[in-house]
């Protein structure tokens, strides 16, 4: 069993591999919406705040339980707890959570596809029309390109650890940067693009209330991976020799730059598009503005650079988003592999292809939520709104349930696993960890303000979707 385990080359695969996985839908098209809605640096600030006082420690605390335990989220919490049942059920649900986030995440990333293809055949202006989302969604030819995708994933992660995940991020996350940068630049050349940039990085602390405060957390949560067992599994791959302290602070670091820049491509964008743009106005929502709004704002560019200018820029922003969400792909389907691989024994081709069967067995009805099928989009119903399968899906492992993953980490390294027990796998490859002021930090706030917060989230979270 020990050769089928795979491991990352090296310090910056890992970084890369893990920066491939944080980058996602959340970076570019969530974070820089909620920020120009809940009062621009002032949400940045608060951001910052709970990625360093927060969301660092946890990251660290997934990272060392992999490492220290070259296992899966159900082995790590096993093999830590000394066999507990009740832990192993904790290490089940940080399965169970990816393996649901990729049903959809996997729905979403065919739609990305179809839109690629649109607009390279001169579909931008259909795609800017108000109901080419409902249609494109309900369309019975998406199942053509779920196995298209399905078929790229599942042979990428075929390669294994090193040849697959860590090679694609190699690839993928450098073109991603520069896709950003180039297109960052050329928005920011467009008429009016100013007035995005003041509204994106001018504080106005008169817009946060507790609401903001709480999405921020959840929203930095959620941008970094964590609570979906990826971490974890990474951390298992992750050499002795090198520093779990410093190379989370990079992939934290990665991150929040993405998302910054993505803030300063998406609100020029959308300030040159309509110079007096409300953001209350924006939907809240990652996918009905990248959709539905966006095609809009690439159309409204030819008026600058044609319609063909305008096709490329859709193209290019489409592509970079895919890659974001290639990569995220991967990261959280490898996580029931390397678990039917640690936990059953199988080999690396044989777990691939069980998880191949399991997720298409859900991404079907999950394809077949927003028209396709009765049953599936009319699914049930809470908090006064109809849901579809694809919704449920979404709405208990997306939104509410990654901070509770955060909360039982934090209790297992604090209480079960114990601060020192988290500080000796710390050290490893990390002769500054000792004594810093970062080990202080830890050893106080992991079994204290960081689970008080994560379960005050998750509470709040619980209230807002399911008993609005
Ligand atoms: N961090 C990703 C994002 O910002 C979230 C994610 C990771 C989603 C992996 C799915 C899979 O979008």
């Known amino acids: 069993m020990e050769q089928e385990r795979g491991q990352f080359s090296s310090k910056v695969g890992f970084i890369l591999a893990a920066a491939g996985s944080a980058v996602g839908l959340g970076n570019l098209v969530a974070f820089p919406v909620m920020a120009s809605k809940n009062g621009g640096a002032a949400f940045l600030i608060i951001y910052l705040f709970f990625i360093a006082l927060i969301c660092y420690p946890v990251m660290m605390a997934e990272i060392a339980m992999g490492r220290n335990t070259t296992r899966n989220p159900v082995g790590a919490f096993s093999v830590l707890s000394d066999g507990s049942k009740r832990w192993r059920l904790a290490g089940m649900l940080a399965i169970l959570t990816p393996f649901m986030i990729a049903v959809f995440y996997t729905v979403i990333t065919v739609w990305l596809v179809v839109y690629i293809k649109e607009i390279s055949i001169g579909g931008l202006e259909y795609l800017?029309?108000?109901?080419?989302?409902?249609?494109?969604?309900?369309?019975?030819?998406?199942?053509?390109?779920?196995?298209?995708?399905?078929?790229?994933?599942?042979?990428?992660?075929?390669?294994?650890?090193?040849?697959?995940?860590?090679?694609?991020?190699?690839?993928?996350?450098?073109?991603?940067?520069?896709m950003l940068v180039l297109l960052t630049a050329f928005v920011l050349t467009l008429e009016n693009a100013s007035a995005g940039i003041s509204y994106y990085l001018i504080p106005d602390f008169s817009k946060v209330n507790l609401s903001v405060i709480n999405g921020a957390l959840s929203q930095a949560f959620f941008s970094l991976s964590l609570g979906m067992g990826i971490l974890i599994t990474y951390g298992s791959y992750f050499s002795k020799q090198d520093s779990i302290p410093q190379s989370a602070r990079m992939v934290a670091v990665a991150d929040t730059s993405?998302?910054?820049?993505?803030?300063?491509?998406?609100?020029?964008?959308?300030?040159?598009?309509?110079?007096?743009?409300?953001?209350?106005?924006?939907?809240?929502?990652?996918?009905?503005?990248?959709?539905?709004f966006l095609p809009k704002i690439f159309l409204s560019m030819q008026a600058a650079v044609g319609y063909v200018g305008a096709s490329i820029v859709a193209a290019v922003f489409f592509t970079l988003v895919f890659f974001a969400a290639l990569t995220s792909l991967v990261s959280i389907i490898e996580i029931p592999i390397s678990c039917w691989i640690d936990e059953l024994k199988l080999s690396r081709k044989k777990a691939v292809g069980m998880q191949a069967?399991?997720?298409?067995?859900?991404?079907?009805?999950?394809?077949?939520?927003?028209?396709?099928?009765?049953?599936?989009?009319?699914?049930?119903?809470?908090?006064?709104?109809?849901?579809?399968?694809?919704?449920?899906?979404?709405?208990?492992?997306?939104?509410?349930?990654?901070?509770?993953?955060?909360?039982?980490?934090?209790?297992?390294?604090?209480?079960?696993?114990?601060?020192?027990?988290?500080?000796?796998?710390?050290?490893?490859?990390?002769?500054?960890?000792?004594?810093?002021?970062?080990?202080?930090?830890?050893?106080?706030?992991?079994?204290?303000?960081?689970?008080v917060v994560l379960l005050v989230v998750f509470i709040s979270t619980v209230f807002q979707i399911y008993f609005a």
């Open 258 to 292: 993405i998302a910054f820049f993505a803030g300063l491509l998406i609100l020029p964008a959308i300030f040159a598009f309509d110079p007096n743009t409300n953001t209350d106005d924006l939907s809240t929502s990652s996918i009905g503005l990248i959709f539905s």
């Open 357 to 451: 069967l399991l997720l298409t067995l859900f991404a079907v009805p999950a394809t077949m939520s927003l028209g396709i099928s009765d049953f599936f989009t009319n699914f049930t119903s809470y908090g006064g709104l109809p849901k579809s399968f694809f919704d449920l899906v979404s709405d208990v492992f997306y939104e509410t349930i990654l901070p509770f993953v955060g909360f039982t980490v934090c209790i297992f390294c604090a209480y079960r696993w114990k601060v020192s027990g988290l500080k000796s796998e710390l050290v490893v490859g990390d002769d500054r960890y000792e004594g810093s002021m970062l080990e202080k930090y830890i050893n106080f706030a992991l079994g204290t303000i960081i689970p």
């Open 128 to 178: 800017s029309d108000e109901n080419t989302f409902s249609e494109v969604v309900a369309r019975p030819s998406l199942f053509v390109y779920l196995l298209c995708l399905l078929a790229i994933v599942f042979f990428i992660l075929l390669g294994g650890v090193k040849d697959g995940i860590e090679r694609l991020a190699r690839i993928l996350m450098p073109t991603l940067a520069l």
